[in-house]
């Protein structure tokens, strides 16, 4: 990928916990922009909730246009019981919906680590838990979220139907299981293809066209095929069998939330969401928390920012590959979470707990000894 020389990260905070995960990012970037000579540039704008509230729109044309013109975005949430009766295309979800869309962004990775300071949050037994680490590849831009035709239309006797229709092409699925396939060769080199291919045929034939081009361009990876539902009693029954997930659109949103919640909080998993490599090198790209909006706590500082700091740590590495600074931010976290600072999801009986702020000075700090300043 191309080196450019202004980087252009477009920060949309969104709703509920949002912008105060996303300021502590913010003031990450400036820390790199000051310490490591950067030179990203930032600009902010409304969507979701926060949008609809100042537009009557979940996203403006005006904010559409400058994600188009990012290298990155970084999206904090969206969403809150405030809009759930409004008509379906101003929810703040349809804006979520058409930046993946028109972003062109196929791939979601989301990775499911449980850091070894925090083995006795998750659910499961240490023995089971200890050691997770999975990536989960869903496709994000097709299946039955997208596909035609859908919607809720009158019948007979005064009934209503609703209607989503299932439907993936080869080109939809082979260009997602590629990543796959890509990211299982610098990790185990397996990957586990999940549909049901038992009950649909577009499982069915997702499970044809992914082994059709692991046995063409992938020999050496191992492949594995899993139904769906399998899948989601294997990851609470033995999560560590799994290295790469990839699945479609509708069981990676389920399979991704079940694997979040083995490391023991939603507020320590971040996730990408890539495009295509142009011609020119640019890969459209968004980053954001698995957490979502979390009214319930929205505006006390309870907010855990590390899951969008840890985003922020992707989005070094797929849009810029700047590996190197994302290890730092990584090894930053893992110093925080050693010395025994905790936000308030991931603390332990008598802990006490950190605010949002506290966390993210935490993070810069650590990357301040790191950096030997």
């Not at 969206?78 to 379906?88: A, M, Q, S, T």
């Not at 035709?149 to 005064?158: D, H, K, Q, T």
């Not at 059709?212 to 009693?233: G, S, T």
């Not at 907010?303 to 070094?316: H, Q, T």
């Amino acid at each position: 990928m191309i080196k450019v020389k202004n980087r252009k990260i477009l920060l949309l905070p969104g709703d509920g916990i949002g912008p105060e995960v996303v300021n502590e990012v913010k003031k990450i970037i400036e820390w790199f922009n000051k310490n490591k000579s950067l030179d990203f540039k930032i600009d902010e704008g409304l969507v979701g909730g926060a949008s609809y509230d100042k537009h009557k729109n979940p996203i403006t044309d005006e904010v559409f246009y400058k994600a188009l013109e990012s290298e990155a975005v970084i999206l904090g949430a969206v969403g809150g019981p405030k809009y759930d009766n409004l008509e379906f295309s101003k929810r703040p979800e349809r804006a979520l919906l058409k930046l993946r869309k028109e972003l062109k962004l196929f791939a979601n990775l989301r990775p499911a680590i449980c850091f070894k300071q925090l083995v006795d949050a998750s659910s499961l037994k240490p023995e089971i838990i200890s050691g997770l680490d999975i990536m989960i590849v869903r496709e994000l831009t097709g299946g039955i979220y997208f596909g035609e035709p859908r919607g809720i239309v009158p019948i007979e006797n005064g009934e209503r139907k609703g209607t989503n229709t299932h439907t993936y092409t080869t080109s939809e699925i082979h260009r997602v299981a590629r990543v796959a396939f890509e990211l299982a060769k610098k990790r185990k080199n397996t990957v586990t293809s999940c549909e049901k291919s038992n009950v649909m045929e577009a499982g069915m034939l997702w499970r044809e066209e992914v082994q059709a081009l692991r046995d063409k361009e992938f020999k050496k990876v191992e492949l594995k095929h899993m139904l769906a539902d399998n899948c989601a009693m294997q990851l609470v029954k033995d999560p560590k069998q799994f290295d790469v997930i990839l699945t479609d659109n509708l069981f990676g949103d389920l399979l991704s939330d079940i694997a979040a919640m083995l490391t023991g909080s939603l507020g320590m998993l971040p996730s990408a969401s890539l495009g295509i490599v142009n011609a020119n090198g640019k890969r459209a790209a968004m980053y954001e928390p698995v957490h979502g909006s979390a009214p319930d706590i929205t505006g006390q500082g309870k907010a855990n920012p590390l899951a969008m700091i840890m985003s922020f740590a992707m989005m070094l590495r797929y849009s810029f590959d700047m590996n190197e600074d994302s290890n730092l931010i990584e090894q930053a976290v893992q110093n925080v979470l050693s010395k025994g600072l905790r936000t308030a999801d991931i603390k332990q009986g008598s802990e006490n707990a950190i605010s949002t702020q506290e966390m993210g000075k935490a993070v810069i700090s650590e990357l301040t000894i790191l950096l030997g300043k």
